[in-house]
């Protein structure tokens, strides 16, 4: 029989290897990896499988950092201190231009990965685990895995390929890979529509809301584990970027009642914080909706971590690669100086840092990758777009995220000329609540605006040719099939 080995690289499932099987001792597997014989042989293997594949998206080419800080770059709100292309100073520039700079093969390689991983896993389910452990439980499995799955096709489609709205999804997106790759066949293919690429996403995404629990076992579980709200929510911001806004509307009421207060009505209950620095300190709270965990044995690696980009190197230990930029949202006279988030913003050497990631090395702040202000102020966009007025619900919602950290402001319909200016309103509170978390790149593309002109950069058109990055050189090496942007 072939023996096809799943690669298990995270160390939460190591201690499973410790119960060997008399074929195990005949045909040993190397300490790191299980075999397919027996990967799916109880629940505790597979749920070590399904770990792994949060442990693979942890990395901090991923959702553990570089993503976050590659996607606030290519936005106007931080200044490059430091010049370094490891650290990202070709994506700040609005490149990468080169298709082999670390940045392009970092994301797509370690995406691509994790999405086999994710589809070896699902055969796996498909040919033994399900025997295993029942359908139900499966399916749960199932969608944890496809929720992964569509958390980096759609990390890649927003950096590698053209916004939705250019040609509505008609222009090339990426390889959809959706079978796992074992073996040494030829895996030449070539790239899917933008349109199929989103429609994958949310087939995954659906399945995973169906299939998914309303809870996990604790506060901990239901933030770096996915349930379906997790679903819901990334469902929100997916559409937002497709700009399907009666859609959006339609998946964000599942978490947001008509009217203040505001928490989710089914499934873990989410809310705003009462302090917005409590989410940043405690990392389990019901405002978090997913983050990537680290702990002092498994932090995130030097140079990738969100306290090293953008605290100052006085800061206990931060590495000043970017600094705020004054000119920046931190220069809106509306953001008041008692709003709370100014507090996450200290002065060293003259200049404004950003100081909402805190712990000292080895930088053990939770990456956060949803939270339920970004459900909140997507809805209260979608409505002002969808309906092209200044709507009361979106100012309601606008206000719950501004008043939580600035009560001293409290908008009002008279306050916005019209529906263009509301949503402008929304577009900066985001810029104020979410920055460092990695949402300025997508809001700009979406939106089909300029990449902005900052500090020794030139703005780029959203029709220019480093509006997105290349396709890594190494895909085009090695899949005859692919094409370059």
């Known amino acids: 029989m072939k023996r096809i080995f799943l690669n298990i690289a995270a160390a939460t499932v190591l201690f499973q290897l410790a119960s060997c099987k008399k074929d195990e001792f005949l ?26 594949l949060y442990a693979t998206i942890k990395n901090a080419g991923l959702y553990g950092g570089r ?26 520039n609005y490149g990468p231009a080169n298709s082999s700079g670390n940045s392009v093969e970092a994301v797509w390689s370690r995406a691509y990965y994790a999405i086999n991983l994710a589809n070896v896993f699902l055969a796996g389910m498909d040919s033994k685990g399900e025997s295993v452990v029942g359908a139900t439980k499966a399916n749960a499995y199932r969608a944890e895995a496809r ?20 040609g509505n999804g008609s222009k ?55 349930h379906k709200n997790t679903a819901i929510a990334l469902k929100v911001r997916v559409l937002l970027g497709m700009r399907r806004y009666a859609d959006v509307i339609t998946e964000a009421n599942k978490l947001v009642p008509a009217t203040a207060p505001f928490v989710a009505p089914t499934g873990v209950r989410h809310a705003l914080n009462a302090s917005f620095n409590t989410t940043f300190t405690n990392y389990t709270t019901v405002e978090s909706i997913l983050s990537m965990p680290f702990y002092s044995n498994e932090a995130p690696g030097t140079q990738n971590q969100l306290g090293f980009y953008f605290r100052h190197d ?11 930029n004054p000119a920046g949202v931190y220069a809106d006279a509306n953001w008041k100086a008692g709003d709370a988030r100014r507090a996450q913003i200290l002065m060293a050497a003259n200049k404004p840092w950003l100081n909402k990631y805190t712990t000292a090395a080895p930088y053990t702040d939770w990456a956060p990758v949803l939270r339920y202000p970004e459900v909140l102020l997507s ?19 606008l206000n719950a995220v501004r008043g939580r950290s600035d009560a001293s402001t409290v908008f009002a319909a008279g ?71």
């Open 379 to 397: 809805l209260a966009e979608a409505i002002t777009r969808s309906t092209n007025t200044v709507d009361a619900r979106a100012i309601a919602l």
């Open 27 to 52: 045909n040993p597997v190397p300490t790191n990896q299980i075999s397919d014989l027996s990967a799916f042989d109880s629940e505790l293997r597979i749920e070590g499988q399904v770990k792994a």
């Open 314 to 324: 006085s800061q206990a230990g931060g590495g000043a690669e970017y600094s705020v």
């Open 67 to 92: 993503l976050q800080v590659f996607n606030d770059i290519r936005g106007v709100d931080f200044v490059n201190e430091r010049t370094n292309v490891v650290t990202g100073f070709d994506v700040y």
């Open 415 to 485: 306050d916005f000329a019209n529906a263009d200016a509301l949503a402008n309103a929304i577009l900066t509170e985001r810029r104020i609540e979410f920055l460092g978390e990695g949402l300025a790149g997508f809001d700009n593309t979406r939106l089909g605006l300029p990449l902005p002109a900052k500090p020794g950069v030139t703005a780029v058109p959203a029709t220019g040719q480093n509006y997105i990055w290349p396709i890594p050189a190494s895909e085009l090496q090695l899949n005859a099939l692919m094409t370059d942007n």
């Open 147 to 166: 929720l992964v799955r569509a958390l980096c096709y759609h990390a890649m489609v927003n950096l590698y390929a053209r916004p939705f709205w250019d």
């Open 172 to 226: 090339p997106g990426l390889p959809l890979r959706l079978t796992p790759n074992t073996g040494s066949a030829n895996f030449d293919m070539a790239r899917n529509t933008v349109a199929e690429v989103y429609t994958q996403i949310l087939n995954d995404l659906n399945f995973a809301e169906t299939n998914l629990p309303l809870t996990n076992a604790n506060a901990t579980q239901n933030v770096i584990r996915a």
